[in-house]
């Protein structure tokens, strides 16, 4: 079945191509395809060839046609250009091919089942370590001893280690005349020194003061590389202007000395940004990879979620999936920053639309001060300018309107009643208001010293009260003890 291992994006996709290769500048996991001359197009032969194809899908192909002329000449899959050379005689090199390749299968086959090197049982040990090889997809298979041994790649039919994951299709022309360079500098020097690295591939584009060199768009790619996309634009005496074709533009970038002046730069490999013609996408899709089974493809092709955007491509080998992991974060972390910002563009407008509510609010009211005053003005005008003159009709009629709507709001049931109600809860809430708050007095001096003499002649009182009750508590005890012993000599006289 078919596995996506990531989305790709669109116009300036990590995907540039089908090959994952590497360049002149060793040890690098591009989205490009290095062509090997001039003329070679995007699926170009390749040193890297990542996706599972023997070579590109045609070293012939017009410069800058993205997948190559090869695509609509032969009924071959991506194996049958494997090899394909311009030659005079096309048919016979085509035949050719098929041969070697048949010839390749056979000895593959004969490695994993029927090896005759040593003639003894030990040959059946050796097709299993074949089989082990060819699964895995590296080492070398002996099968002979007069041949020499089958090289397993991971292009090779029998390779476990594969899937199929899918692609965006580029809706870019040729007429924009997109190339994409591939930069072996970080995202933030790349931007710093934008300008300098225009003017420095102006000049090395001829330094034509009719052309200028345009930058489209800069991205990061993984392992501290960018990719930046440029298009040359050219200005002709009666004043318009046009884009540079891809094509020729990439074609020119080609050159061995545009090429080697380019590296100095910094620019690793430069693609194309064309988009495939109907009839190459027929081709493309009819056609399976080399090494990929035909069931695989044509399920990859059925489960493909979206057939007008995607395309399918194959995955062989764990370092073609760990490429695709390292471009999927790379988006990733791309879809992050574009989010926040979206966030803090978002949170900024809250701001502006509160801010401006709040300006809205204030010049309603400012408004409608200013309306009342313009109509106190327009009052007193009017009736300055109908002084001495007799009430007219519309006046008159007037007056009746305003004497009807001042009867409606002196109504009991109408509009008075609600007035009344809301003046009464207004000034009871005003009540309640003042006597929840803190009531603060400022006494006059005098006054307050008449108190205080008023409160110590109050205190003098009840302590002079204090003391006569005291008095008599005591009078009233000692008449008490008398009149107890009076009582008691009494009864002992009777006794």
Partial sequence: MAFNFGGASSNASAFGGFGSTTSAGAGTNFNFSTPSNAGASLFGNTQNKGFGFSSGLGSSAPAGTGFGGALGGTGLGFGGFAGLQPTQNQQGGLFNQQASQSSQLFNTASALSAPSVLNDERDSILARWNQLQAFWGVGKGYYSSSTPPVEFSQENPFCRFKAVGYSCVSDVKDEDGLVALALNKKEADVRSQQQQLVESMHKVLGGNPTLSV??????????????????????????????????????????????????????????????????QLKQLLQNPPAGVDPIIWEQAKV??????????????????????????????????????????????????????????????????????????????????????????????????????IQSELNAPTQFKGRLNELMSQIRMQNHFGAVRSEERYRVDADLLREIKQHLKHQQQGLSHLISVIKDDLDDIKMIEDGLHDSVHGRSSKLS
Avoid: W
Avoid at 228 to 251: D, F, Q, W
Avoid at 309 to 337: A, S, Y
Avoid at 340 to 365: F, G, P, V
């Fill in 214 to 279: 345009n930058v489209e768009g800069v991205r990061a790619l993984p392992d501290d590389q960018t990719e930046m996309i440029i298009y040359l634009v050219e200005r002709s005496p009666n004043g318009t202007s046009k884009r540079v074709p891809a094509s020729t533009l990439y074609s020119y970038m080609e050159q061995l000395n545009v090429k080697s002046a380019l590296q100095q730069l910094g620019v690793i490999m430069a693609v194309s940004r064309t988009a495939l013609t109907p009839a």
């Fill in 303 to 404: 489960d493909n979620p979206d057939p007008e955007k995607l395309i399918p491509v194959p995955m062989v080998g764990f370092r073609e999936l760990l490429r695709r992991l390292k471009i999927q974060d790379q988006m990733t972390k791309q879809h992050q920053t574009r989010v926040d910002i979206i966030s803090n563009d978002i949170s900024e407008l809250q701001r502006n639309q509160a801010t401006t509510a709040a300006k809205i609010t204030q010049y309603k009211r400012k408004l409608m001060d200013l309306s009342h005053r313009v109509l106190q003005v327009l009052i007193k005008q009017e009736v300055q300018r109908k002084s001495g003159y007799a009430i007219q009709l519309d006046e008159e009629h007037l007056r009746v309107q305003l004497e009807t």
